[in-house]
């Protein structure tokens, strides 16, 4: 019985520090996660970059597109794909949110591929 109760407690102890680690980091572990799949690949060329942004009143991350004419995609923090607001071959993004630019305020970027 001591056993399981110790056992018991030591999960709750690593649950918390789990939850923890998200908050001191602020980043959302499905976006990490996002981050983590793009350095397993080689480098992109311009170099990836994910920024935090706050639009219509939600924390969102804007990821860099890895080529020429493709999209640079707008998350959720539940990483929800919200829109495409940059690229493709007009430059102006999937049409989907035509006010990020001026409805979006950066809040600062969040990683940036240094390899």
């Known amino acids: ?14 649950c918390v520090k789990c939850s923890s680690a998200k908050e001191a980091t602020g980043i ?8 983590n799949d793009i350095k397993a690949q080689p480098r992109w060329n311009p170099p990836a970059t994910v920024y935090e ?11 860099s597109a890895d080529c020429c004419d493709q999209f640079s995609t707008l998350y959720a923090a539940d990483c ?5 607001p940059y690229g493709g071959i007009t430059g102006k993004g999937d049409g989907k949110c ?18």
């Open 80 to 84: 929800q794909l919200i829109c495409a």
């Open 53 to 63: 942004y706050m639009y219509n009143g939600k924390k969102v991350f804007l990821f």
């Open 28 to 35: 959302p572990l499905c976006i990490q996660k996002m981050i």
């Open 1 to 14: 019985m001591k056993v399981l109760l110790w056992s018991i407690s030591l999960a709750a102890l690593v």
């Open 98 to 115: 035509t006010d990020f630019d001026s409805a979006a305020k950066q809040v600062k970027l969040v990683w940036k591929d240094e390899r």
